[in-house]
């Protein structure tokens, strides 16, 4: 999630738990506490695929930041007896504000479609759930109106825990609504064959009502979006190209298996002319919308007849204005089974099931 979220999340444990003893310290501590996995983004990686795919690694990792709240804990719990605290908070409640701070951070990252190596050093892929847009004010407004109003009097953990509530009971809603969608497409993709193909399905930016549907084939794949309130309407999906023709000479770089690890299947590729020389550029297919992909990075250049890795870098995409965001709302209520979505590919191809689910 957004950093402004992750502080608000810590804030908001911070308060709760000692809000009653430390009062505003409680929330600006915990503000601290869940900014602080996110501080790797200041790391230099050496180059632009690195840079993206190395980071929510060993900052958010479970067992470095469990290892971390442990540290703290001892640390602030021999600070009360070296002082002579009376009553002393205790090592309960010093490590429920370190433990809860530190590791809700992940944690949430990981409902996220960018994905989050929670069990770092272990090679296994990021995890990410796809359940919550990564930056959310439905999820962020609770937790930052107790906040102030805690702030504001000094000692508020009630409104601090009803924010919490909130936000838990919006992601727990989330999650159904990411099922929901899951289970209604699935006739879809089967009457069109591609009930086993790998699938993702995310919220569209700054809701949960509204979801696109991603779906990789060998060289095609697939886009759809799905409204909550599109009842039984059988899925539309737009056939694009993914440039598999030049999977194998991506995957001949470092960067370019390092980005398969990263994203899996979800990836296209490109050729483009850049200051007179053809490069190879893939695309993280999972984060934005068709015509409007925001990681794009290139992997080799052409030199004679022959590819050559070179140093990622990343290019900029397409940036959605103010009528893709009014497209995407009127599309929350008016369900266009049939439509394609907006593209700049004039050639996608349009199929809907033969049969509705």
Not at 35 to 63: E, K
Not at 181 to 210: H, K, W
Not at 323 to 337: D, G, I
Request: net charge neutral; proline share 7%; charged share 15%.
């Amino acid at each position: 999630m957004d950093s402004l979220t992750q502080a608000c999340l810590g804030a908001a444990i911070g308060g709760t738990v000692l809000g009653r003893r430390l009062g505003r310290k409680a929330i600006i501590a915990g503000a601290a506490l869940g900014t602080l996995p996110d501080l790797d983004v200041v790391i230099d990686y050496g180059d632009a695929v690195a840079d993206y795919t190395y980071h929510r690694g060993f900052s958010h990792s479970l067992f470095i930041l469990a290892a971390l709240a442990l540290s703290l804990t001892l640390l602030a719990r021999a600070g009360e007896r070296w002082r002579r605290v009376t009553p002393p908070i205790g090592t309960l409640r010093w490590g429920l504000l370190f433990g809860g701070c530190l590791l809700t951070h992940p944690l949430l990252d990981a409902f996220t479609t960018y994905g989050t190596q929670l069990w770092w050093p272990l090679a296994t892929p990021p995890v990410s759930w796809h359940s919550i847009f990564i930056i959310d004010p439905l999820f962020t407004l609770p937790l930052l109106v107790g906040i102030v109003a805690a702030l504001i009097k000094g000692d508020s953990p009630r409104l601090l825990g009803w924010g919490l509530t909130l936000a838990c009971f919006y992601l727990t809603f989330a999650v159904a609504a990411q099922n929901t969608i899951t289970a209604r497409i699935a006739p879809s993709l089967a009457s069109l064959g591609l009930d086993e193909a790998p699938r993702l399905v995310q919220p569209t930016p700054f809701n949960t009502l509204l979801w696109r549907v991603t779906v990789v084939e060998d060289g095609t794949y697939y886009e759809g979006v799905v409204s909550l309130f599109d009842g039984q309407t059988p899925l539309a999906l737009t056939q694009l190209p993914r440039g598999a023709e030049w999977e194998d000479t991506a995957l001949a770089t470092a960067a370019g298996q390092r980005l398969q690890w990263f994203a899996g299947p979800f990836l296209r590729y490109r050729t483009e002319e850049r200051q007179g020389t053809a490069k190879l550029i893939a695309t993280d297919l999972r984060l934005g919308t068709p015509g409007y992909h925001m990681f794009n990075f290139t992997l080799a250049e052409r030199r004679g007849d022959d590819w050559y890795p070179i140093d990622s870098e990343r290019v900029a995409g397409a940036r959605p204005d103010r009528t893709a965001f009014v497209s995407l709302f009127q599309r929350l209520f008016e369900p266009q089974a049939s439509t394609c979505l907006s593209l700049e590919d004039r050639q996608a191809q349009c199929l809907v099931p033969r049969t509705p689910p």
